[in-house]
């Protein structure tokens, strides 16, 4: 199979599974409702920073697609959707244009559609120093993304079944590329001890994208030709529960989450565990096969006032705040809290103990 079909055949399947229903973890959190907010909508601020990097929205749009002709569209219309939203955006893998130069115009047309964005590169772990600085140039991109993916590689048919030296290379990167490096992984979540390793290597911020959103072990175990190994496809942990494993390293490490954010709400969760930012794919892939850009634009711009009400809801004035919201955990994340020593019930009382 060509590189160009198996890109086409990622969109095909990430799209016909959207719509499935998924048990979301995210519901096991719950915010303290306090009566008073004591502020006004208009006292909020939705900007963040990480790795010196400012935007203007706590989400953006996380890396999904390149390599085809039916891709290059998909990511110029997000290029455009991004500029007129002010938010960040990461590019699919882009080892395909390292390996076929012929399909670099699927991805450089996101920086053509939005000169003046933040724009993040994706690479997948393994790769060379060389391929690194590659993919940075073709964006002239703001950070580059070096996704881990095993669970999927393994997967694959046709992935890759070596991955010995992916923590050297992680660390070549980091010393070598001169815009800043987050490690993502894609939807299997990041333990304590992942976390750990990438530290001692040198990584300041990592994406710790958790099981709930885009399943990639479920999409390659579908282009398998009898499926046999779809009893990995439940295979990780969440955001939710990733970002709790984090909380010790939060003071060295910056962290993202992506994976099954599905409502502003999500978003605001996710921020509330330490997130800097969230990222977001399947959601917005699906708003703009299914309504268009403009319509995605306006969905978008919802969101944004939507978290605006929900800051306010919490009586927090900026995203930094949210780290002192009362959290109730519940249901399988406190039973994960309890097997891994996590001290869940902080999280009940911040707001007095903070």
């Known amino acids: 199979m060509t590189i160009e079909n198996r890109k086409n055949q990622h969109v095909d399947l990430a799209e016909s599974m959207f719509h499935k229903p998924k048990p979301s973890d995210y519901d096991a959190l719950r915010f303290v409702h306090h009566s008073f907010p004591e502020m006004a909508v208009s006292d909020t601020s939705l900007a963040t920073s990480f790795l010196g990097l400012n935007l203007t929205s706590p989400f953006y749009i996380n890396g999904m697609t390149g390599g085809s002709e039916r891709t290059k569209i998909i990511n110029g219309d997000l290029a455009l959707i991004a500029k007129e939203t002010g938010l960040a955006m990461a590019t699919g893998s882009q080892s395909a244009a390292i390996k076929q130069p012929e399909l670099t115009d699927t991805f450089q047309i996101i920086r053509h559609n939005n000169p003046n964005g933040l724009i993040f590169a994706n690479l997948g772990t393994g790769n060379s120093v060389e391929a690194g600085k590659k ?8 950070a580059l993304q070096i996704h881990v993916n095993a669970p999927q590689e393994l997967i694959m048919p046709e992935g890759d079944r070596d991955f010995s030296n992916w923590l050297t290379e992680i660390e070549k990167m980091v010393q070598e590329i001169d815009v800043p ?19 001692e290597r040198g990584v300041q911020a990592v994406d710790v994208s958790g099981r709930g959103g885009t399943n990639f072990a479920a999409i390659e175990n579908m282009r398998r030709k009898t499926r046999e190994l779809d009893y990995l496809e439940t295979w990780g942990q969440s955001s939710i529960i990733s970002l709790l494993e984090a909380q010790p390293l939060s003071q060295s490490i910056e962290l993202l989450a992506s994976g ?64 002192k919201t009362d959290l109730i955990i519940g249901g399988e994340v406190r039973e994960w809290c309890l097997a891994r020593e996590i001290p869940y019930q902080t999280f009940a009382k911040r707001s007095t103990n903070g």
Not at 135 to 142: C, E, S
Not at 181 to 189: L, R
């Open 260 to 323: 099954g954010i599905r409502n502003p709400l999500d978003v605001i969760k996710a921020l509330s565990l330490g997130a800097k930012a969230v990222g977001i794919s399947g959601l917005f892939l699906h708003l703009l096969l299914e309504n268009g850009v403009s319509a995605t634009i306006t969905e978008i711009q919802r969101w944004q006032e939507q978290m605006q009400t929900i800051l306010t809801l919490l009586g927090k004035t900026t995203i930094a705040d949210l780290q």
């Open 135 to 142: 993919a940075v140039a073709m964006l002239d991109a703001n």
């Open 181 to 199: 490096i987050i490690v993502k992984e894609v939807g299997f979540g990041m333990s304590r001890e992942t976390i750990e390793l990438l530290i």
